[in-house]
Protein backbone atom coordinates (compact mmCIF):
# COMPACT_ATOMS: atom_id res chain seq x y z
CA UNK A 1 0.00 0.00 0.00
CA UNK A 2 1.43 3.62 -0.66
CA UNK A 3 0.94 6.84 1.55
CA UNK A 4 -2.10 7.64 -0.74
CA UNK A 5 -4.15 4.52 0.38
CA UNK A 6 -2.68 4.39 3.48
CA UNK A 7 -4.30 7.77 4.22
CA UNK A 8 -7.62 6.53 2.43
CA UNK A 9 -7.47 3.36 4.88
CA UNK A 10 -7.00 5.51 7.74
CA UNK A 11 -9.77 8.23 6.98
CA UNK A 12 -12.28 5.00 6.30
CA UNK A 13 -11.38 4.18 10.06
CA UNK A 14 -12.42 7.16 11.54
CA UNK A 15 -15.89 6.86 9.73
CA UNK A 16 -14.93 8.52 5.60
CA UNK A 17 -16.98 5.92 3.51
CA UNK A 18 -15.19 5.98 0.17
CA UNK A 19 -16.90 6.66 -3.07
CA UNK A 20 -19.32 3.98 -4.76
CA UNK A 21 -19.50 1.84 -0.53
CA UNK A 22 -22.62 2.01 1.02
CA UNK A 23 -22.94 0.58 4.64
CA UNK A 24 -26.32 -0.05 5.69
CA UNK A 25 -25.63 -1.61 8.53
CA UNK A 26 -22.00 -0.31 10.39
CA UNK A 27 -19.22 1.97 9.67
CA UNK A 28 -16.22 2.30 11.71
CA UNK A 29 -15.85 5.57 13.86
CA UNK A 30 -12.53 5.25 15.57
CA UNK A 31 -10.59 7.89 16.53
CA UNK A 32 -7.44 9.01 15.11
CA UNK A 33 -5.35 7.02 17.73
CA UNK A 34 -7.68 4.43 17.50
CA UNK A 35 -7.60 3.84 13.65
CA UNK A 36 -3.59 4.37 13.50
CA UNK A 37 -3.63 1.25 15.86
CA UNK A 38 -5.50 -0.91 13.24
CA UNK A 39 -2.75 0.39 10.60
CA UNK A 40 0.24 -0.03 12.61
CA UNK A 41 -1.11 -3.88 12.77
CA UNK A 42 -0.90 -3.73 9.30
CA UNK A 43 2.46 -2.95 9.30
CA UNK A 44 4.07 -4.76 11.78
CA UNK A 45 1.79 -8.22 11.92
CA UNK A 46 1.40 -7.75 8.28
CA UNK A 47 3.77 -5.96 6.57
CA UNK A 48 1.03 -4.60 4.23
CA UNK A 49 1.92 -0.92 5.16
CA UNK A 50 5.63 0.55 4.75
CA UNK A 51 6.36 1.19 8.72
CA UNK A 52 8.29 4.25 7.87
CA UNK A 53 4.68 5.94 7.95
CA UNK A 54 4.02 7.50 10.78
CA UNK A 55 0.91 9.31 12.65
CA UNK A 56 1.79 13.24 13.35
CA UNK A 57 1.36 13.41 17.65
CA UNK A 58 0.21 17.05 16.78
CA UNK A 59 -2.26 17.03 13.80
CA UNK A 60 -2.40 13.15 13.57
CA UNK A 61 -2.04 12.65 10.06
CA UNK A 62 -0.37 10.24 8.74
CA UNK A 63 3.16 11.23 6.82
CA UNK A 64 5.71 9.61 4.89
CA UNK A 65 8.72 9.37 7.48
CA UNK A 66 11.23 8.32 4.60
CA UNK A 67 10.14 11.94 3.18
CA UNK A 68 9.69 14.56 5.36
CA UNK A 69 8.90 14.95 9.53
CA UNK A 70 11.53 13.40 12.02
CA UNK A 71 11.45 11.41 15.31
CA UNK A 72 12.02 12.93 18.27
CA UNK A 73 13.45 10.60 21.36
CA UNK A 74 12.53 13.16 23.81
CA UNK A 75 9.61 12.91 24.21
CA UNK A 76 9.15 10.15 21.89
CA UNK A 77 7.07 11.09 19.33
CA UNK A 78 6.86 11.74 15.64
CA UNK A 79 5.91 14.88 14.02
CA UNK A 80 5.27 15.92 10.48
CA UNK A 81 7.28 18.59 8.62
CA UNK A 82 4.50 21.33 9.03
CA UNK A 83 3.97 20.91 12.48
CA UNK A 84 7.86 20.86 13.27
CA UNK A 85 7.74 24.19 11.71
CA UNK A 86 4.26 25.36 13.52
CA UNK A 87 5.74 24.44 16.87
CA UNK A 88 9.38 25.87 16.36
CA UNK A 89 8.51 29.30 14.29
CA UNK A 90 4.81 30.41 15.69
CA UNK A 91 4.08 28.36 19.36
CA UNK A 92 7.79 28.50 20.86
CA UNK A 93 8.95 30.59 23.36
CA UNK A 94 11.86 32.88 22.25
CA UNK A 95 13.81 30.37 25.25
CA UNK A 96 14.04 27.65 22.15
CA UNK A 97 16.48 27.88 19.90
CA UNK A 98 16.20 24.94 18.21
CA UNK A 99 13.41 23.06 16.64
CA UNK A 100 14.48 20.00 19.35
CA UNK A 101 13.94 21.91 22.86
CA UNK A 102 11.11 23.83 21.35
CA UNK A 103 9.20 20.26 20.74
CA UNK A 104 10.32 19.30 23.98
CA UNK A 105 8.96 22.98 25.72
CA UNK A 106 5.72 21.75 23.63
CA UNK A 107 5.03 18.39 24.13
CA UNK A 108 5.16 19.19 28.28
CA UNK A 109 2.36 21.84 27.84
CA UNK A 110 0.68 19.66 25.51
CA UNK A 111 0.82 16.91 28.29
CA UNK A 112 0.14 18.82 31.44
CA UNK A 113 -3.25 20.28 29.25
CA UNK A 114 -4.65 16.68 28.81
CA UNK A 115 -3.74 16.08 32.41
CA UNK A 116 -5.85 18.78 33.95
CA UNK A 117 -8.95 17.81 31.28
CA UNK A 118 -8.63 13.88 32.42
CA UNK A 119 -7.98 13.60 36.32
ZN1 LIG B 1 1.61 17.27 11.88
Redesign the pocket.
Known sequence: MDLEQTKELYEFLKGEIPERFIFKTWKPKLSEDEAFTVIYVLQEKFHLIPDHFEQ??????I?DMECE?KHYDDPGIN??????D?IFYRESSQEADTPEKAIIEWYKVQSSCQNTEDP
Open positions: CKRCKEFGLCEGCIQ
